[in-house]
């Protein structure tokens, strides 16, 4: 997390509406994805390791560990807003890559920030 805000305090560039290339990874303000879980819009995936889960995580997410990603752990559910988090957003972005690899055809949304801007935003966590 330290080198992650290191980074983007040192090379401060605006974050693209889209990563990787893909036109169906975006990324999405916390304020935005907030909303969404609010209204059972949202299916969260959690990228982060269990022991940072375990400290603190957003109500409702999936653990789905980047160090042992597994697309067909992740809910198809049609008409829901799909979200992938890490604790800064750096780790979220290969996780959507592996995801869009395995053949996941719908819009991947990468929460900015991350985990700790969500609980900046005044989401919901639970400890």
Known sequence: MFLCSLMRRLFPTAQPDTQGGSDRILQVDPQTAIHWQARG?????????????????????????????????????????????CQGGMRCGPAAER?????????????????????????????
């Open 41 to 85: 819009e949202a299916v969260i995936v959690d990228v982060r390791e269990p022991h940072e889960h375990a400290a603190g995580h957003i109500p409702g997410a999936i653990l789905n560990p980047l160090s042992q990603f597994d697309p067909s752990r992740v809910p198809a559910e049609p008409g829901k807003h799909l979200v992938f988090h």
């Open 99 to 127: 995801m869009m690899a395995a053949g996941h055809t719908g819009t991947i949304n990468r929460l900015r920030g991350g985990f700790s801007a969500w609980a900046n935003a005044g989401g919901p966590v639970e400890r």
